[in-house]
């Protein structure tokens, strides 16, 4: 069988739609009709059915899912295995997945030194979506996913980036920024949180607060860290935020140590397996931990 129908086969599987596994594949949606029609005759099976949600899977296609999948990964390892990368002369695009903190604390930092490691490669900063991730990994959508380690779905590789505390932020002139900041003080204030889904009013801060028998007021919630700045320097608000992002914050805001423990997180890359040994992806997980660490001792 002609391995490019293989390839549109696990479009097809993963998408359940012909538009969408089409778009997906770059091809016209008549273009992939066809090729269906080749695939239902090969395998004997109509593969994908009408639903009342658009099409479904057959028995036949489910049981077919996850051995494509490791045969497209098995070959992409073959291929890839023969192939050398240099990243003074190559052109290649690479598509990394992380939130926006993560995003402006490691990406951009890779970014900012592409111009010198890979002149001729590209870096697509898109949005973490962990419902799309692994599915997108695997296609060869994605090529790294950066979160928290437990975010990181089991059947991708993954390996830790860096550790991750919290610090507080509050305007420079606020009359609380003058002084190490005490419990009474910083419970008291009006407080700015990160809810990354949106609409959260309780977080790591106030699980550290519970055991001390204290509370604190979420005057506002946000749904991304890089909100924090413009909101924190025109109010009284204070907000807790990753110690990093805190330190790139330092020149236009008060950084203070919070007057509890906060319990932090780890931040971790994960790939799927048929990345694991192409010499381009090696060469962009080694140069990603190279620019954290870099940042960190600087």
Not at 54 to 79: D, I, K, Q, S, Y
Not at 89 to 98: E, K, L, P, T, V
Not at 164 to 169: D, I, S
Not at 219 to 246: G, K, W
């Amino acid at each position: 069988m002609d391995l490019n129908l293989l390839v549109s086969l696990d479009a097809l599987l993963a998408e359940a739609h012909v538009t969408r596994a089409a778009a997906r594949l770059g091809l016209s949606q008549p273009a992939l009709s066809a090729q269906l029609r080749q695939l239902r005759a090969a395998f004997g099976d109509p593969l994908l059915v009408p639903s009342p949600r658009g099409m479904a899977l057959t028995a036949r296609a489910e049981a077919l899912r996850a051995p494509l999948r490791e045969l497209l990964a098995g070959v992409h390892h073959l291929l890839a295995s023969s192939r050398t990368f240099d990243p003074l002369s190559a052109r290649q695009r690479f598509r990394i997945a992380a939130t926006d903190a993560i995003h402006s604390i490691v990406t951009t930092a890779l970014a900012a030194r592409l111009g010198t490691l890979a002149p001729h490669c590209q870096v697509a900063m898109q949005s973490a979506d962990l419902r799309t991730a692994e599915e997108q990994l695997a296609a060869g959508e994605l090529d790294l996913l950066l979160h928290t380690p437990g975010a990181i779905p089991p059947s991708l590789h993954a390996r830790k980036l860096y550790d991750e505390t919290f610090l507080c932020v509050l305007r420079r002139d606020h009359p609380a920024a003058a002084a190490p900041l005490d419990l009474d003080t910083f419970c008291a204030l009006p407080h700015a949180m990160v809810s990354p889904a949106g609409g959260g009013f309780s977080g790591a801060v106030d699980d550290a607060l519970q055991p001390l028998g204290r509370t604190r007021t979420v005057q506002v919630s946000v749904n991304s860290f890089l909100l924090v700045p413009a909101l924190v320097e025109t109010s009284d608000l204070i907000a807790s935020v990753p110690a990093r992002l805190a330190r790139r914050w330092s020149a236009q805001l008060a950084v203070l140590a919070p007057p509890c423990a906060i319990p932090g997180f780890s931040v971790a890359m994960g790939w799927h397996a048929r990345a694991h040994a192409d010499p381009a992806q090696v060469w962009m997980r080694d140069t990603l931990r190279q620019v954290v660490a870099d940042a960190a001792g600087a």
